[in-house]
């Protein structure tokens, strides 16, 4: 059994250090992201396999310094060859220009509507590798120990061309800003999910374009084995609460549903006619 979760539940780990959450001798998952302080905590997540190093939304550029510690903790920095970015956010891909300067060869593993703006934090496009993420769903990387990391299309959650990315052999979903949380308190793994369960409200209704689109993410979702959810805000939420996160997305009203809720033009016409 290669899952840590139950074992960093009590608290066995050091947040100056990455924090393995899988590792089954060829399969390594660990939290690297940042310690800052604020109610929009980063989670970065590298992922190894053989020679391959997936790092999953690298942070921001004051995030820089300490997820790269923390990489180097595991890897030598310049053998990350993947980034995956799950949208072009500045704390989620605003330090890729550093990673290119560790390595230029390294792939960057996005949307097309992502690939446009992420060049804009100041790299060529032309000069790097690039895997286009298909709203098909069939996009992967296959790894040497045999699993893929395949790339799920999770449209207006909340970029437009936003996606996820499920890995088959550790049995995580690496859900970008959906399942995020703004907490006053953060911890690593969700000990109270009533409590989580209004931090991530408070972050879904106003990021997240509407249910409808929650329902189809979660309908698209649900038949995978999912043994935790690790999102890029928050905490991570451990098996036994998978299910009531995905029943409470699917439920939840967001965006557009609450602010067009009652249309003010319907209010002002019935009171002129
Ligand atoms: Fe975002
Ligand atoms: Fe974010």
């Known amino acids: 059994?290669?899952?840590?979760?139950?074992?960093?539940?009590?608290?066995?780990?050091?947040?100056?250090?990455?924090?393995?959450?899988?590792?089954?001798?060829?399969?390594?998952?660990?939290?690297?992201?940042?310690?800052?302080?604020?109610?929009?905590?980063?989670?970065?997540?590298?992922?190894?396999?053989?020679?391959?190093?997936?790092?999953?939304?690298?942070?921001?550029?004051?995030?820089?310094?300490?997820?790269?510690?923390?990489?180097?903790?595991?890897?030598?920095?310049?053998?990350?060859?993947?980034?995956?970015?799950?949208?072009?956010?500045?704390?989620?891909?605003?330090?890729?220009?550093?990673?290119?300067?560790?390595?230029?060869n390294l792939t960057i593993v996005t949307t097309p509507r992502t690939k446009v703006l992420l060049p804009y934090y100041g790299f060529d496009a032309q000069k790097v590798k690039w895997i286009d993420v298909s709203q098909l769903d069939d996009t992967m990387i296959e790894l040497p120990d045999g699993g893929v990391l395949l790339f799920l299309s999770s449209p207006f959650l909340h970029f437009p061309d936003a996606f996820v990315t499920y890995d088959s052999r550790a049995k995580l979903l690496f859900s970008g800003d959906i399942f995020a949380a703004i907490q006053q308190k953060w911890e690593l793994i969700v000990s109270n999910w009533e409590r989580h369960k209004t931090e991530m409200m408070y972050f879904h209704v106003y990021y997240m374009a509407s249910n409808k689109a929650l329902r189809f993410f979660v309908n698209k979702v649900r038949p995978f084995p999912i043994d935790a959810i690790v999102p890029q805000h928050g905490s991570i939420i451990p098996g036994e609460y998978v299910d009531r996160a995905l029943?409470?997305?699917?439920?939840l009203k967001c965006g557009v549903d609450l602010l067009y809720e009652e249309s003010p033009v319907q209010s002002i016409l019935n009171d002129i006619i």
């Open 1 to 104: 059994m290669g899952l840590k979760i139950e074992e960093l539940k009590m608290g066995n780990f050091n947040l100056n250090e990455p924090v393995v959450l899988y590792d089954d001798g060829e399969h390594r998952v660990a939290w690297v992201g940042s310690s800052e302080n604020s109610l929009f905590r980063c989670n970065a997540y590298l992922v190894s396999s053989g020679n391959v190093n997936v790092l999953i939304d690298p942070g921001g550029i004051q995030h820089f310094d300490q997820v790269k510690e923390r990489v180097s903790q595991l890897i030598n920095p310049e053998k990350v060859n993947y980034i995956v970015s799950h949208h072009q956010d500045p704390d989620v891909a605003g330090s890729i220009p550093m990673w290119l300067e560790i390595n230029p």
């Open 247 to 251: 029943d409470f997305l699917e439920n």
